[in-house]
């Protein structure tokens, strides 16, 4: 079973992210915001992560730089979200995908699986 990691601080969108999620198919792990993202990437070991840009008190875009430079964590798959156009931005910083708020359960179901079968 795939394995996503959400990182959102919209908790009506993680409780519908979630239950989308499992009823795809997946196993969701969701993250306290202010989590250390890339110790629980470490421990967790997803094949995606879905990251939201704009975090309460920190950013997806310092979060996914974290990720990228560090050895165990620079190859793991992240799809990054956001309601402000932001792909170039995401992509430069290592952003593997990019999806705009508001999107399509099925625009989601399809960016996630074309990363976890690569």
């Known amino acids: 079973m795939p394995k996503v990691l959400l990182v959102e601080d919209d908790l009506t969108m993680v ?5 989308l999620l499992k009823m795809e198919g997946f196993d969701v792990v969701a993250l306290d915001v202010d989590a250390d993202v890339p110790a629980v990437v470490r421990s967790e070991r997803p094949d995606v992560l879905f990251l939201d840009v704009h975090l309460s008190n920190q950013s997806g875009l310092d979060v996914i730089s974290n990720l990228r430079k560090n050895k165990q964590t620079r190859h793991v798959r992240v799809v990054m979200t956001s309601g402000l156009d932001m792909r170039e931005e995401c992509l430069k910083h290592g952003a593997d995908g990019f999806l705009l708020k508001p999107f399509m ?8 699986k074309q990363y976890i079968s690569k």
């Open 15 to 19: 409780s519908l992210l979630m239950t």
């Open 105 to 112: 359960p099925d625009d989601l179901i399809k960016v996630l």
